[in-house]
T-cell receptor
Framework: SQTIHQWPATLVQPVGSPLSLECTVE??????LYWYRQAAGRGLQLLFY??????ISSEVPQNLSASRPQDRQFILSSKKLLLSDSGFYLC??????????FGPGTRLTVL | QKEVEQDPGPLSVPEGAIVSLNCTYS??????FMWYRQYSRKGPELLMY????GNKEDGRFTAQVDKSSKYISLFIRDSQPSDSATYLC????????????FGKGTRLSVIA
């Protein structure tokens, strides 16, 4: 069966510090992968998606970036965090059947 | 007009009630419809997945899609306090790698 992992689970970072969040998927190959942000009281905002290694589509211009160095690994990064980057970051993968499954999320607080 | 509209609630019901959660959408090209349940501080969990129109039942949950009205529903029978969560609808066009479009979610509380 397929499993999606995210780490860390929680993170507290100062403004201006770098960020690296990791997502890995097990039990499938060449999945479509997604990064979402969910801010308090707001809906899910799609940040990036990837259909393959090295292929990244950005949905929202911002100080975040994404990379896909391996087939089942998706990384969300920032060089300098802003207060507005605080939120709940979710990774997801899309099955060939078109169902989409989410990871457990990373709660980021920027102080 | 937003692509997907969902009443944010909160919706509060007594234990055992039938719950009806709804979303409307504007894009007639949507073909894949999903309902997610999200507990506080957790990732969304896929509850129901439907392709095109019709009904789908899974235990106490029933998903309905009415493409002519651009309206989808999730019914929860015999609601339990453990059903208290935020419910998100999501949908996608039937083409390529287009991402899911989500509603903002409805917060449900089932009171014992």
């Amino acid at each position: 069966s397929q499993t999606i992992h995210q780490w860390p689970a929680t993170l507290v970072q100062p403004v201006g510090s770098p960020l690296s969040l990791e997502c890995t998927v097990e039990g499938t190959s060449n999945p479509n992968l997604y990064w979402y942000r969910q801010a308090a009281g707001r809906g899910l905002q799609l940040l990036f998606y990837s259909v393959g290694i090295g292929q990244i589509s950005s949905e929202v211009p911002q100080n975040l970036s994404a990379s896909r160095p391996q087939d089942r690994q998706f990384i969300l990064s920032s060089k300098k965090l802003l207060l507005s980057d605080s939120g709940f970051y979710l990774c997801a993968w899309r099955a060939p059947s078109n169902e989409q499954f989410f990871g457990p999320g990373t709660r980021l607080t920027v102080l | 007009q937003k692509e997907v509209e969902q009443d944010p609630g909160p919706l509060s019901v007594p234990e055992g009630a039938i719950v009806s959660l709804n979303c409307t959408y504007s894009n007639s090209a949507f073909q894949y419809f999903m309902w997610y349940r999200q507990y506080s501080r957790k990732g969304p969990e896929l509850l129901m997945y439907t392709y095109s129109s019709g009904n789908k039942e899974d235990g106490r949950f029933t998903a309905q899609v009415d493409k002519s009205s651009k309206y989808i529903s999730l019914f929860i029978r015999d609601s339990q306090p453990s059903d208290s969560a935020t419910y998100l609808c999501a949908m996608r066009r039937n083409s390529g790698n287009t991402p899911l479009v989500f509603g903002k979610g409805t917060r449900l509380s089932v009171i014992a």
